[in-house]
């Protein structure tokens, strides 16, 4: 079955220093999600994609970080530099193709990458 | 601001109990609204509801859409430990989900 890949799965770092992320969508899934879930609450939407192109990163701190889907297929968020309070989960997720306004609101979520930032 | 509100925020039940999770909503452009169960994990999809009153039942689950109250229910019979998790519900958008807090459900043997 498909599934949505993250590389790593964990990541230890100290603050101010830089972090990637990595993520390999669903094949076929045109659009990619990254949120960012902190312990307790739900996933927050970070950015997302449609193919290499933008299509919301209201909430993402651009100051620190940035995301890029350079080929429209997988994706890497960095951090840099890395803070106390960046530590969360950062899951990554996919959907089918948006054109128009139709589509499916489902999304397939990779395993995370849990950040502990010292 | 779009919004999606779970209650409770946690629940303690038994095993063989029946629970029910609730979710209200107010998102802009509405068309969906979707359940995730998460373990110690990723959020893995239970079930996406678009149309009021109709039930979707997945094998001891079910759950429904009340889209002039804006809410929806999913429900859990006969519970078992394996269904200890966090409980998702997103409002979904033209192209987004909005999360809510999530229900932390505890079944204990």
């Known amino acids: 079955e498909a599934e949505v890949a993250q590389s790593p799965r964990y990541k230890i770092t100290e603050k101010s220093q830089a972090v990637a992320f990595w993520c390999d969508p669903i094949?076929?899934?045109?659009?990619l999600y990254w949120y960012r879930q902190i312990l307790g609450q739900g996933p927050e939407l970070l950015v997302q994609f449609q193919d290499e192109s933008v299509v919301d990163d209201s909430q993402l701190p651009k100051d620190r970080f940035s995301a890029e889907r350079l080929k429209g297929v997988d994706s890497t968020l960095k951090i840099q530099p890395a803070e106390l309070g960046d530590s969360a989960m950062y899951l990554c997720?996919?959907?089918?193709?948006?054109?128009?306004?139709?589509?499916?609101?489902?999304?397939?979520f990779g395993p995370g990458t849990r950040l502990t930032v010292l | 601001e779009d919004k999606v509100v779970q209650s409770p925020l946690s629940l303690v039940v038994h095993e063989g109990d029946t629970v029910t999770l609730n979710c209200s909503y107010e998102?802009?452009?509405?068309?969906?609204l979707l359940w995730y169960k998460q373990e110690k994990k990723a959020p893995t999809f239970l079930f996406m509801l678009t149309s009021s009153g109709i039930e979707k039942k997945s094998g001891r689950l079910s759950s429904i859409l009340d889209k002039k109250e804006l809410f929806s229910i999913l429900n859990i019979t006969a519970t078992q430990t394996g269904d200890s998790a966090i409980y998702l519900c997103a409002g979904g958008a033209t192209n987004k989900l909005i999360f809510g807090t999530g229900t932390l459900l505890a079944v204990q043997p």
């Open positions: 094949s076929g899934h045109a659009t």
């Open positions: 998102v802009t452009n509405f068309r969906s």
């Open positions: 997720a996919s959907s089918l193709i948006w054109r128009g306004g139709r589509g499916n609101n489902e999304q397939f």
